[in-house]
């Protein structure tokens, strides 16, 4: 008797605390997809194409020309007045991004110049109504997706076109003399300018289908007349943005850090972080992302191009600190990738070809796997296999501190032939190695492998 009634009163509190919880919100939407799952594509695919279009292409010196040149719209929307690029086909880039490796697109739709690569109902600010006439977002997705690859939206926060968005420090019309800026930004509205933004979201999000990923463009707000997450209502865009692709993977560009459901990875940008980045002691997902010369859009006079090999390595060390990369092209103009654009994505494709196991599924090797002497380590923990990039060819031997007893079998990856290895025993008068008892030294051609970033394929234990 007295049992059941303990079972009765344990569940009376049970089910009221079920009640409590549902009321008050904290179960999770029917829709809801769990972070990992939603992540898994592009934890494994690890390299995306970010593509820069839009009329900056035309000035063809930054995308940010028009604030730094502080144009006024009559001087700006002359590009739009020519836009026409005649050599347009999607498919074309969607074929050199599948050779080059790339596994998803990053596509700006509108960037701070306010202009809309798509057919919006919202703006006449828009591609179709330049002398190309026809929307080139609906083509892009459809060739990127017929090649396999996920798409990815960049969608600019800040507008320097609309009439609602307020005037700040970024903006091409803010004056030398900030306490002109209150009259300047009395009559716009950035509650109007939200609004805008979610019906070209809800746009972007309903009508092209399943959409993987959201690069949002950014929040400034240290320092005086910047934007914080309240002028683009964050909270509420995100919401929005998993409501209508539960899916979707969002950028930490929001302003939202503090909050986990606000981002789902973070953006380290134009630099290589030291080592897997962390927020309180625990490691973040990350996308570098990354250009080829400095500007994002197209630029034809800047000449620091980085070279082919510079990148592949950029890729392997993303790769073996956690991270994904996001490579930018500025297609030009006439919407083709410049020479020099082709020519790295080339490269990357005959890397890659031999070299993607070392990639794609792979990540930061274990601690216990001592990175040997001018080399990176990847490691696919599916096959357990462990990939060393090797920077510089040493001569004959590769030494693996620590490695007794943990390898199988060792190739290298572009060939799959075969290199011996060994625990060193032997020592006599032409060999004094100072290596410890549970040292493994790899046999190593003397030739190096004529690759960009030759890499030894161990087989572990
Ligand atoms: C910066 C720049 C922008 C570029 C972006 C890429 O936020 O403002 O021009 O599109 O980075 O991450």
Redesign the pocket.
Known sequence: MKRNFACIFFFCILASQTIIAMESGVKQPAKYVDKTERMSWWTAGRFGL?I?WGLYSMPAR???VKSREKMTDSIYDRYMEYFNPDLYNPREWARLAKNAGFKYVVF?TK??DGFCMWDTKYSDYKITHTPYRKDVLAPLVEAFRQEGLRIGF?Y?L?DWHHPDFTIDR?HPLMPQDPTKLEKLNQKRDMAKYREYMKKQLTELLTEYGQIDEL?L??TYDTGEYGKNKNDWDSEGIVKLVRNLQPQIIINN?LGLSEDSQGWDYI?P??FMPHEWPTIQNQRVPWET?QTFSG???YNRDEENWKSTHQLIVMLAETVSKGGNL?L?VGPTARGVFDERAIERLKGLSEWMYFHHDAIYECTAAPSEYECPDNCMLTYNPKTRRLYIHVLEWPFKSLYLKGYRGKIKYVQLLNDHSELKFRTDTERGSHTTENTEADDVIITLPTKRPNVELPVIEVILN
């Open positions: 970010f820069h930054h995308e940010w700006t960037h701070h960049y600019s800040i970024n690069f463009d950014y560009r953006t940008e134009q992302c500007s994002w859009g996001l930018n």
